[in-house]
């Protein structure tokens, strides 16, 4: 099992920057990629970015150039750097692992709330 714990967040105005972070604990030699998904209200959660073990990452389209995504693996801490905010990333942000064997990330924190105040 994999406990994780999102930290930050929080209110900010558009064009301004936030960062949040997770904070992971158990068996984390079975994960091999950690990610940020989001939900705002009356819509589906979005996946916003992802990063393996090895360090690659993946940005969906929307966040390329925005936001920044990164780990400590030595603390099993993931970080989002969130700039140049908009109205839009307003939304719960999750944070999330995926398991070597999984194609799925199965593990979830409990959100922390994003506003973007335009």
């Known amino acids: 099992q994999v406990q994780l714990v999102e930290s930050g967040g929080g209110s900010v105005q558009a064009g301004g920057s936030l960062s949040v972070s997770c904070a992971a604990s158990?068996?984390?030699?079975?994960?091999?990629?950690m990610g940020w998904y989001r939900q705002a209200p009356g819509k589906q959660r979005e996946l916003v970015a992802f990063i393996t073990s090895s360090g690659s990452t993946y940005y969906a389209n929307s966040m390329k150039g925005r936001f920044t995504i990164s780990r400590d693996n030595a603390k099993n801490t993931m970080y989002l750097q969130m700039n140049s905010l908009k109205p839009e990333d307003t939304a719960v942000y999750y944070c999330?692992?995926?398991?070597?064997?999984?194609?799925?990330?199965?593990?979830w924190g409990q959100g922390t709330q994003v506003t973007v105040s335009s």
């Open positions: 158990g068996s984390m030699a079975s994960i091999n990629a």
């Open positions: 999330a692992a995926r398991r070597r064997i999984s194609n799925s990330f199965e593990y």
